[in-house]
């Protein structure tokens, strides 16, 4: 095959496959076209049953129709299991010469010479095995095996997708498997949660809608109805608004969305949907996706173009149906959320006490939206990638927070399982306790201060409760968050005010606007390819000095006879923008400082070590502030060139990596040469195991989430700083981030801080 065609073929196959309404008729669609395609006499597909430790014989072109579903094989089972084993591709001119070859009688392949195998991976599993097969010996061409090898890799998310949603049991009839279905994430926000699902999603995005039952069917047609004659009215009026300013050909669309909304088109099809129980809106997303679908698989450029225009009318009738939609699910007692992507504004307006988990597609651990769920002590799981987000509403489910995973229907054996945990948690949290009043002092007397990381008002009560020593990251971005707008200067005042009085006589170390990013405000998107790397933190800020002038002023008033704020800077690269910030500061220090008639103790000022540049200029930076703040979520996704949002290279992301154990003992020997206080406030600070790492290394201070300062005070409060010194020796000599962790909680283990391990509460299923 030519290349161009090549890719022409790739392409139609995975459209149909992706349009195919079940995994069965897309893996037969699958083999049916590659055999066509390539030309050759068989083509099968196996797919692993993990719980039964077999490789089914899912569809075949070729081999005999009644092996299909009913033959399989072992694991470790003829070629397909080699093929399986060794993870790699099994060309072979004479299959049945092989050693490993077993003879099927029911599929009647023992016709069949030459044999390429190909596996199918997702996320370093094997999830099965494509095989073609001809009568004729003779070996697969390479661009036959990179022809498989690609199709395989697009394919596999959706086999992956249909094989979590248990459809390979469903196949194998005789199969006595469980009813329930387990997805895996990414454990975000630890916890454990039993309760029915709310599905979260977008105003007028299309694809995140949910499959519901129709309430009432008469009224969903009314309501379509209704959206259909209001979107038809616009087109009118944008088609007469453009009269003067496109020619009739380029108005042609107008016209073409009229006919797709005419009574006997589009219409009619999204009815008998809703007549047939589906409720307006899903009946929406279901008729445009189908058509999405196949004007995709056109091989006219023209018609294969209109998919955005029937997206766009999708989207449009939808916006209407919305408006008019009062059946909004309401957030009751245990609701677990779930959305593909849920921002931290969302959550943050929502009755956050009826929330027992929150479940995502999207995203990993360290976003920000899991941050403040942390802080809110809501189990949190993301990155679910094969949760069928649309058939969950109201559905039962258990959320496990600490192994990242997902139960859909589980059983009672499960739940009551759940139910035993969540109150062994309840104990855990009870015997906690007796550590609010005490300090954070090791058996062998080293005292380090734990600070409390804050957003909300939650975070400050909860910060005080437990005994904080200060705040050391107010997430300024926090309050913006939660506006429809920039919040004005005395708005902002008052905001300030509360978190500077709340710890008045204690260290307040506010950050100023962080957005960019995964931290969007919601009235100012910033839309970068790149955002990561793109404008955030003090980029942004020095680019509006007003909103940043305005946030200083507001911190400066705030402070007003307290005298206990930090200024602390995100995202620095280079000292040019500390230098900016600086003459800033001074300026409106000047300025307040004359309005208010009052003097204003110039706050102490501090960068966050985000960016690895800086760990390369702290001689610089040091002769600049006044304290230095490790943001590790971020350093790591930069040291790492990991994003910390990516759910695919979670695995990636880790505190425990050598690089960082390394890079941060470094960087704190570095800050004490020059007499500069360091303090951490990523995610790695609340992590019993890191903090006693980042103790020995010589933190100052670590500031984290209320719901981590309990536990980490246990583990300061039994772990003397002469064995956490040893463990950090042993962890500087080890290069894998897995043995690293491991060696930790063996320590603690081993010491009476079992508890203190996540897995120790895992649930086998
Ligand atoms: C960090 O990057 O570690 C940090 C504390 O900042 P944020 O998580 O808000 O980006
Ligand atoms: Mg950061």
Redesign the pocket.
């Known amino acids: 095959m030519a290349n161009t065609m090549q890719l022409e073929t790739l392409r139609r196959i995975v459209q149909e496959v992706d349009a195919s309404p079940s995994l069965h008729e897309a893996l037969d669609v699958m083999v049916d076209q590659v055999a066509q395609a390539m030309n050759v006499e068989v083509c099968s597909i196996y797919l692993l049953d993990e719980r039964n430790h077999r490789y089914i014989l899912m569809a075949s072109h070729g081999l005999r129709p009644e092996s299909v579903g009913n033959v399989s094989l072992d694991i470790s089972e003829g070629l397909v299991g080699l093929v399986g084993q060794r993870e790699e591709i099994v060309n072979l001119e004479n299959a049945s010469k092989h050693e490993r070859f077993i003879y099927l009688p029911e599929t009647g392949e023992e016709i069949y010479n030459s044999f390429l195998g190909v596996p199918v991976m997702y996320r370093r599993k094997v999830m099965g095995v494509l095989v073609i097969q001809n009568k004729e010996s003779h070996d697969f061409s390479e661009a036959a095996e990179s022809f498989l090898v690609t199709l395989c890799a697009q394919l596999s998310g959706a086999i992956a997708h249909a094989h979590a949603a248990g459809n390979i049991e469903i196949f194998r009839k005789s199969t006595s498997g469980p009813s329930y279905q387990l997805y895996q994430g990414v454990a975000g926000a630890d916890g454990i949660a039993l309760g029915r699902a709310v599905i979260l999603y977008p105003a007028a995005d299309l694809s995140a809608i949910p499959d519901r039952e129709a309430e009432d069917i008469s009224e969903e047609l009314v309501l379509l109805n209704n959206a259909v004659a209001a979107v038809r009215g616009d087109i009118k009026n944008l088609d007469a608004k453009m009269q003067d300013s496109l020619m009739s050909e380029e108005r042609a669309l107008f016209s073409v969305f009229l006919r797709m909304l005419d009574d006997t088109a589009l219409p009619a099809e999204i009815s008998t949907m809703i007549r047939d129980g589906h409720w307006a809106q899903g009946a929406v997303r279901r008729v445009i996706e189908k058509h999405v679908n196949i004007f995709a698989q056109m091989e006219d450029d023209y018609l294969r173009e209109r998919v955005s225009d029937l997206k766009d009318l999708g989207r449009r009738i939808l916006a209407y149906l919305q408006t008019a939609d009062t059946s909004h699910k309401e957030i009751t007692e245990d609701t677990i959320l779930i959305g593909e992507e849920i921002s931290t504004a969302a959550l943050v307006e929502m009755p956050i006490h009826n929330i027992s988990a929150i479940v995502t597609t999207e995203g990993a651990a360290?976003s920000?939206m899991v941050?403040v769920a942390r802080a809110l002590g809501i189990p949190t799981v993301v990155g679910v990638t094969e949760l069928p987000i649309h058939t969950l509403d109201d559905a039962e489910i258990i959320v496990d927070a600490y192994q990242g995973r997902v139960f859909l229907h589980p059983p009672r054996r499960l739940r009551t399982r759940y139910k035993e945990i969540k109150k062994e948690e309840e104990q855990i949290a009870k015997d906690l306790k007796q550590y609010e009043t005490k300090s954070a002092i090791t058996p062998d007397g080293h005292t380090l201060p734990l600070f409390v990381?804050t957003g909300l008002m939650i975070d400050v009560v909860r910060g005080v409760q437990r005994g904080a020593k200060g705040v050391g990251?107010y997430?300024s971005?926090i309050p913006f968050m939660l506006r429809e707008r920039f919040p004005g200067e005395e708005e902002q005042r008052l905001i300030y005010r509360q978190q500077l009085s709340h710890f008045a006589n204690k260290p307040v170390v506010m950050?100023t606007l962080?957005i960019g990013?995964d931290?969007d405000l919601p009235y100012f998107s910033i839309d970068e390819e790149n955002s990561a790397l793109g404008w955030r933190g003090i980029r942004f800020t020095l680019d509006h000095p007003e909103i940043f002038s305005s946030q200083i002023r507001a911190m400066l008033k705030a402070s007003i006879g307290l005298n206990n704020l930090h200024i602390l800077l995100?995202m620095v690269t280079s000292v040019s923008e500390l230098e900016e910030v600086l003459y800033l500061l001074d300026r409106d220090l000047a300025a307040v400082q004359e309005e208010e008639q009052v003097k204003i103790n110039k706050p102490k000022i501090g960068i966050?070590i985000?960016v690895p540049s800086v760990l390369y200029q702290i001689n610089e930076f040091a002769e600049l502030v006044d304290f230095f703040?490790?943001?590790?979520?971020?350093?790591?996704?930069y040291l790492l060139a990991v994003d910390r949002n990516n759910p695919r290279v979670a695995s990636v992301y880790s505190h425990f990596h050598p690089a960082i154990i390394r890079a941060l003992t470094r960087l704190i020997q570095e800050c004490h040469k020059f007499d500069k206080p360091v303090s951490?406030?990523?995610?790695?600070a609340g992590n019993p195991l890191t903090a006693i790492l980042l103790m020995a290394m010589g933190f100052n201070t670590l500031s984290m989430s209320s719901s981590n300062i309990l536990r980490v005070r246990k583990a300061i409060c039994h772990v003397p700083l002469s064995d956490a010194k040893r463990l950090l020796d042993e962890a500087l000599v080890i290069d894998n981030p897995l043995i690293i962790k491991s060696m930790l909680e063996h320590y603690f283990r081993t010491h009476g801080l079992a508890d203190m391990v996540k897995s120790t509460r895992v649930v086998s299923v």
């Open positions: 360290n920000h941050i990381n990251l997430r971005e950050r962080d990013a931290k995100p966050m985000e703040s490790v943001g590790s979520n971020d350093l790591i996704q951490i406030c990523g995610e790695m």
